[in-house]
């Protein structure tokens, strides 16, 4: 067993979190051989971790390949495969000359080459696979039986690299792709598709396992692509969730360097549920079984009948396996005692019971199974009542308490200084994974932390402030939503006469705001929840007190709840907190068309001497804006924090909203 030490994404060394375990898993997806023996069958624990840096799950440690490869065990079986192989054909073919000599990496079953070969699509064929078909010839290919990865140089040229649901397979992506780029040179194409890992499983379809080591999602392929000088001429997705096809070429220019996706908190809530997802359909299904063993089965043999047994369906109360795969039918399960068999063994059975749950095949499968046997019971994941969702349970099970989501946005000014990040903690005195916190934030790459004074490079932050920040809050999702740059969120040209007294702040912290209530809406899908409270604040704020008012005022009186007032005379509004209910967090992200207006002094003119203060107290505007789109404003009379900046009254324009 192998141990993985590092990011392989980052290649940093530690900050891998434990997950969830599976014991004694089989250490091959598919079937013995007709001469092995059960007992011989070798099994290990699988672990699953994730990364605090770039938030990849990952398989640790890692099986040797010569347990997981044992033999070719992927044929074309099914619409769906043969409709992905075609469409990606046709893919490569549009893309290279009809001269083209192609290099395959993984190409297993030979699908592709022959599809490409006899339509004269392409002239040359080469296969680079450890495991290639070999009851096969097709003219015009050749077989190359080993891993890329051990191979140096390539002793003639090609006009395109191809590779089909190959990337997944590779234990250290970067490599694999620092290999394809050492192969090409500037223009030439590289073309892939990869399964969209993150759709299937936040679906919970069985896409993570021995082979499958890490959850390597889009945002992630598309950053490594950048990495190693790759640029994407066109991105396609197959069967939405199924897979996406690339068709990129060495960039003939440099490419800067792209800012890595941070999906820890996205992440881990999408590996969480999945895994919550297998025990309780594992339960779920063995309920429903027939009493009558010779009347239930499973199909497929393959990892997702695996699974289910590892999570405790019984395998003593089945029959057998089902598979259209007919290399697997007569076999065993790898690791278990149960035997394949055609579909069509149900035929002549009263009302079997099948257990389906292979993912975006399930309907395909179901049809065939019921033109098999009309009386067959289908038992799926849909079946069942109810989404299982972790963190949707954490909180049904803390009643009075609100699900809030805290979204920090901006410039970091001052640090992720640890005095600071406790008292931010202790204010919003929730805690705990039931309090959701999303920074919006613009990201470095650098060191030393730029906060150890104030120079240029000031306003963002680096991967030692993300692990000082995570390390506060504790059990708490942080997510972080890395922005490309302040200049993001500035305001479009000839917008609103007052944008260049305020310089843009004022739609600067509005677009802060409807990019993270974007972010969070796509939190609240995945993990089929709604938040109750959003809490907006400035990330670089010392709190020293709590909220005077409590999260059921907030639920109970919609509007917006902010502090403006303190000892010395109001906050600037800019450094205040803002906390609104759900609805109406989502009313301010979606009323933009308002800044377009230009307010005449008129307009102004209830809320006293506004233009006197706009050029230094410029988040003012943010305010009347509000106002003006009938947003409740609740203010609170207490102070609560130490702002930065510049002290100046507001009690003119409070009593005006007052009155």
Same mark, same amino acid.
């Given at each position: 067993?192998?141990?993985?030490?590092?990011?392989?994404?980052?290649?940093?060394?530690?900050?891998?979190?434990?997950?969830?375990?599976?014991?004694?898993?089989?250490?091959?997806?598919?079937?013995?051989?007709?001469?092995?023996?059960?007992?011989?069958?070798?099994?290990?624990?699988?672990?699953?971790?994730?990364?605090?840096?770039?938030?990849?799950?990952?398989?640790?440690?890692?099986?040797?390949?010569?347990?997981?490869?044992?033999?070719?065990?992927?044929?074309?079986?099914?619409?769906?495969?043969?409709?992905?192989?075609?469409?990606?054909?046709?893919?490569?073919?549009?893309?290279?000359?009809?001269?083209?000599?192609?290099?395959?990496?993984?190409?297993?079953?030979?699908?592709?080459?022959?599809?490409?070969?006899?339509?004269?699509?392409?002239?040359?064929?080469?296969?680079?696979?450890?495991?290639?078909?070999?009851?096969?010839?097709?003219?015009?290919?050749?077989?190359?039986?080993?891993?890329?990865?051990?191979?140096?140089?390539?002793?003639?040229?090609?006009?395109?690299?191809?590779?089909?649901?190959?990337?997944?397979?590779?234990?250290?992506?970067?490599?694999?792709?620092?290999?394809?780029?050492?192969?090409?040179?500037?223009?030439?194409?590289?073309?892939?598709?990869?399964?969209?890992?993150?759709?299937?499983?936040?679906?919970?379809?069985?896409?993570?396992?021995?082979?499958?080591?890490?959850?390597?999602?889009?945002?992630?392929?598309?950053?490594?692509?950048?990495?190693?000088?790759?640029?994407?001429?066109?991105?396609?997705?197959?069967?939405?969730?199924?897979? +996406?096809?690339?068709?990129?070429?060495?960039?003939?220019?440099?490419?800067?360097?792209?800012?890595?996706?941070?999906?820890?908190?996205?992440?881990?809530?999408?590996?969480?549920?999945?895994?919550?997802?297998?025990?309780?359909?594992?339960?779920?299904?063995?309920?429903?079984? /027939?009493?009558?063993?010779?009347?239930?089965?499973?199909?497929?043999?393959?990892?997702?009948?695996?699974?289910?047994?590892?999570?405790?369906?019984?395998?003593?109360?089945?029959?057998?396996?089902?598979?259209?795969?007919?290399?697997?039918?007569?076999?065993?399960?790898?690791?278990?005692?149960?035997?394949?068999?055609?579909? /069509?063994? +149900?035929?002549?059975?009263?009302?079997?019971?099948?257990?389906?749950?292979?993912?975006?095949?399930?309907?395909?499968?179901?049809?065939?199974?019921?033109?098999?046997?009309?009386?067959?019971?289908?038992?799926?994941?849909?079946?069942?009542?109810?989404?299982?969702?972790?963190?949707?349970?954490?909180?049904?099970?803390?009643?009075?308490?609100?699900?809030?989501?805290?979204?920090?946005?901006?410039?970091?000014?001052?640090?992720?200084?640890?005095?600071?990040?406790?008292?931010?903690?202790?204010?919003?005195?929730?805690?705990?994974?039931?309090?959701?916190?999303?920074?919006?934030?613009?990201?470095?790459?650098?060191?030393?932390?730029?906060?150890?004074?104030?120079?240029? /490079?000031?306003?963002?932050?680096?991967?030692?402030?993300?692990?000082?920040?995570?390390?506060?809050?504790?059990?708490?999702?942080?997510?972080?939503?890395?922005?490309?740059?302040?200049?993001?969120?500035?305001?479009?040209?000839?917008?609103? /006469?007052?944008?260049?007294?305020?310089?843009?702040?004022?739609?600067?912290?509005?677009?802060?705001?409807?990019?993270?209530?974007?972010?969070?809406?796509?939190?609240?899908?995945?993990?089929?929840?709604?938040?109750?409270?959003?809490?907006?604040?400035?990330?670089?704020?010392?709190?020293?007190?709590?909220?005077?008012?409590?999260?059921?005022?907030?639920?109970?009186?919609?509007?917006?709840?902010?502090?403006?007032?303190?000892?010395?005379?109001?906050?600037?509004?800019?450094?205040?907190?803002?906390?609104?209910?759900?609805?109406?967090?989502?009313?301010?992200?979606?009323?933009?068309?308002?800044?377009?207006?230009?307010?005449?002094?008129?307009?102004?003119?209830?809320?006293?001497?506004?233009?006197?203060? +706009?050029?230094?107290?410029?988040?003012?505007?943010?305010?009347?804006?509000?106002?003006?789109?009938?947003?409740?404003?609740?203010?609170?009379?207490?102070?609560?924090?130490?702002?930065?900046?510049?002290?100046?009254?507001?009690?003119?324009?409070?009593?005006?909203?007052?009155?």
């Amino acid at each position: 067993m192998t141990q993985r030490t590092q990011d392989p994404l980052t290649r940093t060394q530690g900050d891998l979190r434990h997950l969830f375990s599976f014991k004694k898993f089989p250490t091959f997806m598919g079937v013995a051989e007709t001469t092995e023996l059960a007992k011989d069958d070798v099994l290990a624990d699988v672990h699953w971790f994730i990364s605090t840096q770039s938030g990849v799950v990952l398989l640790n440690p890692l099986v040797p390949l010569e347990y997981i490869y044992r033999h070719q065990h992927n044929a074309v079986v099914g619409g769906i495969w043969k409709r992905h192989h075609n469409e990606f054909a046709n893919i490569v073919a549009s893309h290279v000359p009809a001269e083209a000599h192609i290099l395959e990496i993984g190409g297993a079953h030979g699908y592709l080459a022959a599809k490409l070969l006899f339509s004269e699509a392409v002239k040359r064929w080469t296969m680079v696979d450890p495991n290639p078909v070999s009851t096969f010839a097709i003219p015009g290919m050749d077989i190359i039986q080993s891993y890329i990865e051990d191979i140096d140089v390539l002793p003639f040229d090609v006009d395109a690299i191809v590779h089909s649901h190959t990337l997944e397979h590779m234990y250290d992506p970067a490599r694999f792709f620092s290999i394809i780029r050492k192969l090409r040179a500037p223009g030439k194409l590289h073309i892939f598709s990869v399964p969209n890992l993150c759709a299937l499983v936040r679906d919970g379809q069985p896409s993570l396992h021995l082979e499958h080591t890490m959850l390597l999602c889009e945002a992630h392929i598309d950053w490594l692509l950048g990495c190693h000088g790759f640029e994407i001429l066109k991105k396609t997705h197959f069967l939405r969730i199924h897979s +996406i096809f690339y068709v990129t070429r060495v960039s003939p220019n440099k490419i800067r360097a792209p800012l890595l996706p941070i999906l820890y908190a996205e992440n881990l809530h999408i590996v969480s549920r999945w895994y919550d997802c297998i025990s309780e359909d594992a339960r779920a299904f063995t309920a429903l079984l /027939s009493e009558d063993k010779h009347r239930n089965f499973i199909y497929a043999a393959h990892v997702a009948t695996q699974y289910l047994l590892a999570a405790g369906l019984p395998e003593n109360r089945f029959q057998g396996v089902l598979d259209n795969n007919m290399d697997k039918i007569g076999k065993r399960l790898y690791g278990h005692s149960l035997w394949v068999s055609s579909p /069509s063994v +149900i035929t002549g059975i009263d009302r079997p019971v099948v257990i389906l749950r292979s993912g975006v095949y399930d309907r395909e499968i179901s049809a065939q199974l019921l033109q098999l046997n009309p009386t067959v019971v289908i038992v799926r994941s849909e079946n069942r009542t109810g989404p299982s969702s972790a963190a949707a349970q954490v909180h049904q099970n803390r009643p009075g308490l609100a699900r809030t989501a805290a979204l920090f946005y901006g410039q970091i000014r001052t640090g992720a200084r640890t005095k600071l990040l406790h008292s931010q903690k202790r204010f919003m005195h929730l805690g705990g994974s039931f309090l959701d916190v999303f920074y919006h934030v613009v990201i470095c790459d650098y060191d030393p932390s730029p906060f150890t004074s104030k120079t240029e /490079s000031a306003g963002c932050i680096n991967q030692a402030d993300i692990k000082r920040i995570r390390s506060t809050w504790g059990d708490s999702l942080v997510s972080f939503i890395a922005l490309n740059s302040s200049h993001e969120t500035d305001p479009p040209p000839n917008s609103c /006469s007052l944008a260049p007294l305020s310089r843009g702040r004022f739609y600067h912290k509005w677009a802060h705001w409807k990019l993270g209530m974007e972010y969070i809406k796509r939190h609240e899908t995945v993990r089929k929840m709604d938040y109750d409270v959003i809490i907006f604040t400035r990330p670089d704020l010392h709190f020293h007190n709590h909220f005077p008012f409590g999260y059921d005022d907030v639920l109970k009186k919609p509007g917006m709840w902010s502090n403006l007032k303190n000892k010395k005379g109001g906050l600037q509004v800019s450094d205040g907190v803002f906390v609104a209910d759900r609805s109406s967090a989502a009313t301010i992200a979606n009323i933009s068309q308002s800044y377009f207006d230009c307010w005449t002094a008129d307009a102004l003119a209830p809320y006293g001497n506004v233009a006197g203060h +706009i050029a230094e107290n410029t988040h003012i505007l943010m305010h009347l804006w509000l106002t003006k789109m009938h947003v409740p404003i609740h203010h609170s009379e207490q102070a609560m924090i130490s702002e930065i900046g510049n002290h100046h009254s507001l009690s003119h324009i409070v009593r005006s909203w007052e009155q």
